[in-house]
């Protein structure tokens, strides 16, 4: 799958489907993190979390997974804040990512832009987050953010 952000929820309905696509916002928290300070709320990294069988397949140490915290859930309204404010900031958004001119994509230069995502690409999986995250306060289940490797 390559890097991505995705939600995991508690419980998991059987009949949502809880598929984001999740790589823009994980090619660009660096940039979105930054956003999120300046729009005072909390950034979208600040709901990850993963159990220990989760870090176990990923090939972590056992002296590291001991070291966990201990998996945490969070309300979707409170990712719905981060989620929302961000989508509010499309502009600067864009800003943050701008598209590269067509002219200047020397071999090199095309390297760089494709481990950075399109502003287009960002809003997209903001507005997945935004909608599972919504039905999940409808439903009054929990969540948390992961990130696949």
């Known amino acids: ?3 991505a952000h995705y939600i995991v929820l508690k419980p998991k309905p059987k009949d949502l489907d809880t598929f984001v696509n999740g790589k823009a916002l994980a090619h ?3 940039e979105l993190e930054a956003l999120a300070g300046q729009l005072r709320v909390r950034p979208l990294l600040s709901f990850f979390s993963a159990s220990p069988q989760d870090a176990a397949a990923f090939d972590v140490p056992q002296d590291v997974i001991a070291s966990l915290p201990p998996e945490q859930w969070f309300s979707p309204t409170d990712g719905l804040i981060t989620t929302r404010a961000l989508l509010g900031a ?3 958004i864009e800003r ?3 598209a590269p001119p067509a002219d200047d ?3 090199g230069r095309r390297k760089r832009i494709r481990r950075r995502p399109s502003s287009q690409a960002v809003v997209a999986d903001l507005e997945q987050f935004e909608k599972l995250l919504s039905e999940a306060e409808r439903r ?3 969540w948390h953010l992961a990130i696949d490797i």
């Open 1 to 3: 799958m390559g890097l």
């Open 28 to 30: 660009a928290s660096d």
């Open 90 to 92: 499309v502009d600067e």
């Open 96 to 98: 943050l990512l701008p």
């Open 105 to 107: 994509l020397t071999a």
């Open 140 to 142: 009054s289940v929990l």
